[in-house]
């Protein structure tokens, strides 16, 4: 060993073992605090994934409620036009009438 005696040298090696269970410990803590967080960032993007998907369908249902009111009063405002055409036209028919009948 060069000049170094061999209880130095198992002094040195009784150190780094103790050096790298400390590591090894403080490694160990690590990793299980990581693994714990990551447990908990799925858990906030599951969670968000589902208020996401609420908030689409929700969305759409909204879409699809406007969209029928909007047919629905499309078809009001042609029904109301073609009374209005209907009952001018009968106002015209009526007035024609009376002149016919005051000659």
Do not use: F, I
């Amino acid at each position: 060993m060069s000049g170094v005696p061999a209880s130095q040298s198992y002094d040195d090696l009784l150190k780094q073992v103790e050096t790298l269970r400390t590591e090894n410990t403080s490694l160990r803590q690590e990793l299980q605090d990581n693994s714990s967080h990551l447990t908990k960032l799925e858990t906030e993007a599951s969670s968000m994934k589902d208020v996401l998907t609420n908030l689409q369908t929700a969305m759409q249902d909204d879409l699809d409620s406007t969209h029928n009111l909007t047919m629905q009063n499309a078809s009001l405002v042609n029904e109301m036009a073609s009374s209005m055409l209907d009952q001018n036209s009968n106002a015209k028919g009526q007035s024609v009438g009376l002149a016919n009948l005051a000659k």
